[in-house]
């Protein structure tokens, strides 16, 4: 059984920072990417960033240079570090896996940010 927990949303405001945290049981971490995507009120649910099998991190435009992907093979654990929040970043946060052609999220967690 998958599951995907995240941890770390709260309230920040502009130009401060959050680690988002989501850790993982069921796969075999290692070797299974992992992503961020974020969904704000109203809006579609967007990708944020993945960690690839190795080295490898990819983000969106919209984050890019502000926001870090991170994860610890050991722990089973991927890190969402972001700063230089802006208020469009506001937005529920969702990890996610594709394992054995499944589709996985977890159940969010808020980050607000005020202006």
């Known amino acids: 059984q998958v599951r995907l927990v995240e941890s770390g949303g709260g309230s920040v405001q502009a130009g401060g920072s959050l680690r988002l945290s989501c850790a993982a049981s069921g796969t075999t971490f290692s070797r299974t990417a992992m992503a961020w995507y974020r969904q704000a009120p109203g809006k579609q649910r967007e990708w944020v960033a993945t960690a690839a099998i190795g080295s490898l991190r990819r983000y969106a435009d919209s984050v890019k240079g502000r926001f870090t992907i991170s994860r610890d093979n050991a722990e089973n654990i991927v890190y969402l570090q972001m700063s230089s929040l802006k208020p469009e970043d506001t937005a529920v946060y969702y990890c996610?896996?594709?394992?054995?052609?499944?589709?996985?999220w977890g159940q969010g967690t808020q980050v607000t940010v005020s202006s």
């Open positions: 996610n896996t594709v394992y054995n052609g499944v589709n996985y």
